[in-house]
Antibody, heavy 120, light 106 residues
Framework: QVHLVESGGGLVKPGGSLRLSCAAS????????MTWIRQAPGKGLEWISY????????NYADSMKGRFTISRDNAKNSLYLQMNSLRAEDTAVYYC?????????????WGQGTTVTVSS | SYELAQPPSVSVSPGQTARITCSGD??????AYWYQQKPGQAPSLLIY???ERPSGIPERFSGSSSGTTVTLTISGVQAEDEADYYC?????????FGGGTKLTVL
């Protein structure tokens, strides 16, 4: 069974940092690009970043560049999102997804999400 | 990056046909993807490459493309189809989502 499980969310003060993790199972993790997406309360989906299968290249939404860093450990079947200088507007549910867009097949597997709340 | 425009809401009676549009200049050159998100759940892939259905997606869901507009059509809408629907595409800087459309089944 293909599965993604996010963790690491929680309550953090403005200016603080948080590292999210996404554990993959049921597929060969190292074969796939991966993506982070977030959804603020009551709002739509917002793409954050993707990383290539080897981890050699990553891209970010303009609003996240410089504060967020995506990485992966293929030996551990895990994807990460390091978030620094957090702001209230970063409050959201954060999803990881398997990204098959280079093959034109969409984001075909999603985790259940982890909630990040930025508040003093 | 560019934007994808969707109507905020669409309402339809059970058994009727719902059409949700998504517009953006890059759609003339890039494929569109559709995701369904039911309340309290993560999104899931509904349509890829403009009109292809992943396995397990009912035939009543279909996608089409014309110029800079793509359309998600749900034929014979059922109560369980009430959800938020998002289009998505790619550009040189990454991925972009439309603002989402809330489908209400009356």
């Amino acid at each position: 069974q293909v599965h993604l499980v996010e963790s690491g969310g929680g309550l953090v003060k403005p200016g603080g940092s948080l590292r999210l993790s996404c554990a993959a199972s049921g597929f060969t993790f190292s074969d796939y690009q991966m993506t982070w997406i977030r959804q603020a309360p009551g709002k739509g989906l917002e793409w954050i970043s993707y990383i290539t299968s080897s981890g050699s290249y990553a891209n970010y939404a303009d609003s996240m560049k410089g504060r967020f860093t995506i990485s992966r450990d293929n030996a551990k079947n895990s994807l990460y999102l390091q978030m620094n200088s957090l702001r209230a507007e970063d409050t959201a549910v954060y999803y990881c997804a398997r990204d098959r867009l280079s093959a034109h097949e969409g984001m075909d597997v999603w985790g259940q999400g982890t909630t990040v709340t930025v508040s003093s | 990056s560019y934007e994808l425009a969707q109507p905020p809401s669409v309402s339809v009676s059970p058994g009727q046909t719902a059409r949700i549009t998504c517009s953006g200049d890059a759609l003339a050159k890039q494929y569109a993807y559709w995701y369904q998100q039911k309340p309290g759940q993560a999104p899931s892939l509904l349509i890829y490459k403009d009109s292809e259905r992943p396995s397990g997606i009912p035939e009543r869901f279909s996608g089409s493309s014309s110029g800079t507009t793509v359309t998600l059509t749900i034929s014979g809408v059922q109560a369980e189809d009430e959800a938020d629907y998002y289009c998505q595409s790619v550009d040189i800087s990454g991925r972009v989502f439309g603002g989402g459309t809330k489908l209400t089944v009356l």
